[in-house]
C-alpha cells in the first residue's frame, strides 16, 4: 500500500521537499550576525530617540517664538495707539491755541490806534507795539510801518 501511495504521488508530480539543514559549523556566523542585527537594531533605536527629542526641542522653541512674537505685536500695536493718541491731542491744543489767537486787525484799524494815541506814546511805547505785534500777535505786514514810524 504504501508503494502504491508513493507511486500514486510521483505519477501526480508531487515533489517532495528536502527538510530544513542548518549547518552547525557556521552557528558562530550566526550568532555574530545576530548580535549585529541587535546592535543596529539598537543604534536605529537611539538614532530615532535623539530625533524626537530634537523635535520636541524644536517644537519647544517654535512656541516660545510665537510667544515672543505675540507679545512684541500686541506692544506694538499699543505704541501705534498711544502715538495715534498723541498725534490727536497735539491736533486738538493747536485747534484751541488757533482759536484763542487774536484775528489780525485790519492795517487801518492799526493806524485809528496810533492816530488815539498821538502824539503822546513814548518811543519805548511805540517800540514795544512794534515788538508786540511781530511776537505776540505775529501780524509781520502790520509791524513793518510800526517800525517805519519810530524814525
Same mark, same amino acid.
Given at each position: ?17 528536502? @527538510?530544513? /539543514? ?7 556566523? +550566526?550568532?555574530?550576525? $545576530? !548580535?549585529? =542585527? ?8 537611539? @538614532?530615532? /530617540? ?7 526641542? +524644536?517644537?519647544?522653541? $517654535? !512656541?516660545? =517664538? ?19 493718541? +498723541? ?65
Amino acid at each position: 500500500m504504501r508503494l502504491t501511495l508513493l507511486a500514486v504521488l510521483l505519477a501526480s508530480g508531487a515533489s517532495i521537499a528536502d @527538510a530544513p /539543514v542548518t549547518d552547525l559549523s557556521n552557528s558562530g556566523q +550566526l550568532s555574530e550576525q $545576530v !548580535s549585529q =542585527l541587535k546592535r543596529l537594531i539598537q543604534a536605529r533605536g537611539a @538614532a530615532q /530617540v535623539n530625533l524626537q527629542q530634537q523635535i520636541n526641542d +524644536l517644537q519647544d522653541e $517654535v !512656541s516660545e =517664538l510665537r510667544g515672543v512674537t505675540e507679545t512684541h505685536t500686541y506692544k506694538l500695536e499699543q505704541i501705534v495707539d498711544r502715538q495715534r493718541e +498723541l498725534y490727536l491731542e497735539i491736533e486738538r491744543r493747536l485747534s484751541n491755541v488757533q482759536q484763542m489767537a487774536p484775528q489780525p486787525v485790519e492795517p487801518a484799524v492799526e493806524i485809528q490806534k496810533n492816530e488815539q494815541y498821538g502824539g503822546t506814546l513814548s518811543e519805548n511805547e511805540a517800540y514795544d507795539q512794534a515788538v508786540n505785534l511781530i511776537l505776540k500777535e505775529r501780524r509781520y505786514d502790520d509791524a513793518i510801518p510800526a517800525f517805519r514810524n519810530l524814525h
